[in-house]
């Protein structure tokens, strides 16, 4: 039992009790106020609005008892709302009031005070719980914020000094145990928890320090290897305004029209729960499209997850018929993105699933990640299968699996990216690690990564997770790394595997931070990325691990997504911080498209945007801070330029097929540079490549690119020159894909035709995309100079070097193979001359084993040797003793032969006399001895005598017979012995 422990100075006491008061004082811009607590232990507890008995012990009086380590806790079982009250009497009337002291649970973060009103009274009635809610009441602050207090230090509240009897406390809102605003059912965290209360009074002002002036801030790209950097233009919190429980995905259909979806699945019976969709012109132009998101499921999606693949395979939670139960269902499944496949036209869309809610009695849930498959344009969804799922049990309170203080959340809220550069889908997703009751919480977050090829179309089998440096575990039940920025201290971009969670390791996650048993939570946690042309770089934005609200959002790049090393690039700084749930980029200029973005983009986000900001103690930005939509730009050294802008090109195909302009009938192109990353691709007169970007029809598959007078901000005119990159390596390959700005769509052509067709990465049905091969979008471009007017000859010889061209890329090819083929044979060596290395090893192994055994038998038989000799020693010892058996037993023999001859031949001696004792007068002088005839005398003692005698030879005679059996025994076992080692 802890100490109590009196909280503030004798002299402070000494002044309340004798009713003093000090004079009013007042800060100013030289001077802050000083501030005395008073003696806790004067401090009573007066009313409660809501208690949790069930907690740590989770009582008001808990706040008064001067341990860190018990709180108060709102009754969050009932699920008592907000605000949460509780009033202390001072003891007496106490001047100068002006501060309130509250110390957060130590525990755990959850509940911690967000934003509360303060009340103080001196009406007698504040101190009776019966009458102290009619009591008077004075507002000291109202709606006052209180920032994340991650280092759980006493937080002193300042308000103008009066005279007090009682205090009051309103908690209005609160931070979740990850500092969040929301919580994970989508609403505000009201659950409010205290661990010590106490008050102050003024006693005076002092100078305040002085502030040391700050150095002028440089803007400077940060010193990374990819020599880029990037800036907020402006921060927009008016456009983006219709959030949801999931970052919004925006796409582009079959016909071109514009679509984003985003999802909800909130927990309680009658929450709401829904696949939602908007239709529109682009992100700024769009609405509701309430004819998609009234059909099938869409509306309500509690029976499509509950009967799929996850919600078969889940466990509703204890009280889910419980009207009031936190969870009602069994599975929570949101539609995440959606992908339109080339062949059919069909819909994809990876899904994420909440399951098997209080796995451990602690009001969480496993998560998971399946696909679906819609055949009419969204109306109608079938939950396919898994596709990624958690490495350990998602079986309910499975302590086999979590033998100990923690376990593994599973494995969800994916973030897609289409990289038809290399031909695979990556899915970017997030693991927890949670504390088990009674401190059960969110408290470490990991992010991984998996791909499948495209040509796959999603399906179960084909995932393959990221895990210690290779594609390398199935994304069904496979191990996963953590990945991580690349430092000096970590270049390879991962946890290494021996530093990963293992639930059979002892103790809580942040016990497990200590001993470095566990990494903490990644940077890059739930980061979704887009490729930036105009650095030619993969960039990302993940959540940061700061969730206060207080903390930049950071940007990450990488050239290469097979090899996931990730590189700070820079952040936000002072012009916008957050603690962001979901977001996503756009690019500036089509507004449709989050997959290729240029210098400039949009970075939007929904729900912890940006902390919200406190004009004295009011929020004065209301509930902006769900919704923020970032203007950004970023810069580089070097920016990414594939082709020259002074020179002319031809754009052949990997059929051999070769763009020509059929006006001037010339091949030549000249690619002009927008300084944004794109670039308008010009025929000979100067007219641009491009298509109708006023309409949906300018993005429709099959859409025909015309000849236009060139506008550089008609985005339609806007084309990516984007690279491809071998499928193993990562590495470009010197050919790309020319991508229209407007549509998102690559130009493809062959013999017949030239149209923009959706990208593809396989070969595949043409009907609905106009082109079905992959090799008739993948183009070569060829720096031509002027194109010669006239002259065979020159032709002749431009066909050689095209032919000549081909060759060598053709020996390269088979130089390549060759090499593969080589490493593949050294490899082989390799591993056979390890296996002969070991084979080798284990021989010498047994070779050592059988000498020491050999070594063994011959010190075993020495040992046999001494013991066979002493053996003999002893049976010639028992021969002795047998001989000298044999000897007394004949003396017996002879001694029986004595004793059997007639008992007249040798008389025994007689009685011995009586001893001539004094006898009493009338006395018999001896009346033991009666008179006895002689012959009975004779007759008695020869039959004693024979009895004797006959008892001694059977004495003797047994001895020797025991002497001689004993003797025999042992000279067999001798023997015995003799003949099992000859």
């Given amino acids: ?25 007042a800060a100013d811009e030289e001077y802050e106020l000083t501030y005395e607590a008073i003696n806790q232990s004067t401090i009573k507890a007066v009313y409660v609005s809501s208690e949790a008995t069930y907690e740590n012990p989770g009582t008001i009086d808990s706040t008064l008892d001067g341990n860190n380590e ?82 759980r230090t006493t937080i002193h509240v300042d308000f103008e000094q009066t005279t007090a009897h009682c205090v009051r406390i309103s908690f209005l809102k609160s931070w979740t145990s990850s500092g969040n605003e929301i919580d994970h059912r989508g609403m505000e965290f009201t659950d409010s928890s205290l661990a010590e209360f106490n008050v102050s009074i003024v006693t005076g002002k002092q100078p305040k320090p002085k502030e040391e002036p700050r150095p002028p801030v440089e803007k400077v790209i940060p010193n990374n290897i990819f020599k880029a950097g990037i800036d907020v233009t402006s921060v927009d919190r008016k456009t983006w305004k219709t959030p949801s ?58 029976v499509i997850c509950n009967n799929s693949v996850t919600g078969k395979e889940s466990t509703y939670s204890p009280n889910h018929n419980d009207p009031n139960a936190s969870h009602s269902e069994k599975n929570y499944c949101d539609l995440i993105n959606v992908w339109v496949d080339p062949d059919t036209g069909d819909w994809y869309g990876l899904v994420h699933n909440e399951f098997t809610p209080s796995p451990f009695g602690d009001g969480y849930h496993y998560d998971g990640i399946d696909y679906a498959v819609s055949k009419d344009q969204g109306k109608s969804w079938t939950i396919e299968d898994h596709v990624i799922t958690s490495p350990y049990s998602t079986e309910r309170n499975d302590t086999t699996e979590f033998p100990h203080q923690t376990y593994h959340y599973g494995d969800g809220d994916p973030r897609l990216y289409v990289d038809y550069a290399s031909g695979y889908f990556y899915v970017f997703y997030g693991s927890r690690i949670l504390n088990k009751p009674p401190y059960a919480a969110w408290v470490a977050f990991h992010e991984h990564v998996a791909r499948a090829p495209i040509s796959e179309k999603m399906a179960k089998g084909s995932w393959q997770k990221w895990y210690n440096g290779q594609w ?14 690349v430092t000096e201290e970590n270049p390879n ?19 497990q931070f200590q001993t470095d048993q566990i990494p903490k939570t990644s940077p890059l946690f739930v980061m979704d990325i887009s490729y930036n042309a105009y650095l030619g770089l993969y960039i990302g934005q993940p959540q940061n691990p700061d969730q206060s609200g207080n903390a930049s959002q950071e940007f990450y790049a990488t050239d290469n997504l097979a090899t996931q090393k990730w590189i700070k690039i820079g952040d936000t700084g002072e012009k916008y911080k957050s603690a962001s749930w979901y977001r996503w980029f756009l690019d500036t200029a089509n507004k449709t498209n989050s997959a290729i973005v240029g210098k400039d983009f949009r970075g939007y986000c929904s729900f912890g945007c940006a902390k919200p900001l406190y004009s004295g103690n009011r929020l004065i930005n209301g509930a902006e801070w769900n919704t923020s939509l970032l203007n950004l730009t970023v810069d580089a050294e070097n920016p990414y330029k594939p082709v020259e802008s002074d020179i002319s090109y031809t754009i052949t195909n990997s059929q051999g097929n070769t763009l020509k302009d059929q006006t001037t009938n010339t091949e030549a192109w000249t690619f002009k540079y927008l300084d944004d990353g794109s670039y308008m691709i010009l025929n000979k007169d100067g007219k641009a490549l491009g298509v109708d970007s006023s309409s949906d029809a300018g993005r429709a598959w099959t859409t025909k690119p015309t000849l236009l007078d060139a506008k550089k901000e008609d985005v339609g005119q806007q084309w990516f020159i ?28 062959n013999d017949a035709t030239i149209i923009i067709t959706p990208q593809r990465s396989w070969d595949g049905d043409a009907k609905l995309s106009g082109l079905g091969a992959e090799k008739e979008q993948i183009i070569t471009l060829t720096a031509a100079g002027e194109k010669p007017k006239t002259g065979n000859e020159d032709l002749k010889k431009i066909e050689k070097l095209e032919a000549d061209k081909a060759e060598l890329e053709k020996k390269l090819d088979q130089a390549t193979k060759d090499k593969e083929v080589a490493l593949t044979k050294k490899k082989e060596a390799e591993d056979a001359a390890q296996k002969a290395k070991e084979s080798l090893t284990k021989i010498n192994d047994e070779l050592a084993k059988l000498q020491k055994e050999y070594e063994k038998a011959i010190d075993g038989k020495e040992a046999l040797k001494t013991k066979i000799d002493t053996l003999n020693k002893q049976r010639q010892n028992l021969e002795n003793q047998i001989n000298t058996a044999k000897t007394e037993l004949e003396k017996a023999k002879k001694q029986l032969e004595e004793a059997k001859k007639d008992p007249k031949e040798n008389p025994q001696p007689g009685p011995k006399p009586v001893d001539p004792t004094p006898v009493p007068p009338g006395e018999d002088p001896s009346p033991q001895v009666k008179d006895v005839p002689q012959d009975k005398v004779d007759t008695k003692i020869t039959a004693d005598t024979k009895a004797e005698s006959k008892g001694l030879a059977k004495t003797g005679l047994s001895l020797g017979i025991i002497t001689a059996l004993a003797a025999l025994c042992i000279i067999g076992g001798t023997t015995a012995i003799r003949r099992r080692n000859n």
């Fill in 1 to 25: 039992m802890k100490s109590r422990r009196i909280i503030g100075g004798a002299s402070v006491v000494a002044l309340a009790l004798a009713g003093l008061s000090l004079p009013a004082v």
């Fill in 70 to 151: 018990t709180f108060w806790h709102s009754d969050w079982k009932a699920g008592a709302p907000a605000p949460h009250e509780l009033i202390y009497d001072l003891g007496k009337n106490t001047t100068n009031v002006g501060r309130i002291s509250l110390t957060p649970r130590q525990d755990n973060l959850s509940g911690h005070a967000r934003v509360i009103n303060v009340y103080t009274s001196s009406d007698p009635k504040c101190s009776v719980k019966n009458t102290t809610l009619n009591a008077k009441w004075d507002k000291r602050l109202e709606e006052k914020g209180i920032s994340y207090n991650e280092d």
């Fill in 245 to 302: 429980d999931t970052p919004a995905w925006p796409y582009l259909d079959k016909d071109g029209s514009f679509h984003y979806v985003h999802a909800a699945a909130l927990y309680k019976k009658n929450d709401p729960r829904h696949w939602q969709f908007y239709k529109g012109q682009n992100m700024d132009h769009m609405f509701y499209d309430g004819e998609l998101n009234n059909s099938g499921t869409n509306a309500n999606t509690t």
């Fill in 472 to 485: 390398s575990e199935p994304g069904i039940k496979g191990k996963e790394s953590n990945i991580l920025p």
């Fill in 493 to 511: 971009g991962y946890t290494p595997i021996d530093k990963e969670y293992n639930p059979k390791t002892q103790g809580y996650v942040q016990n």
């Fill in 722 to 749: 984007v690279p491809t990159t071998d499928k193993t390596s990562g590495e470009r390959n010197g050919k790309f894909r020319l991508i229209n700005r407007y549509s998102g769509h690559a130009l493809g052509f």
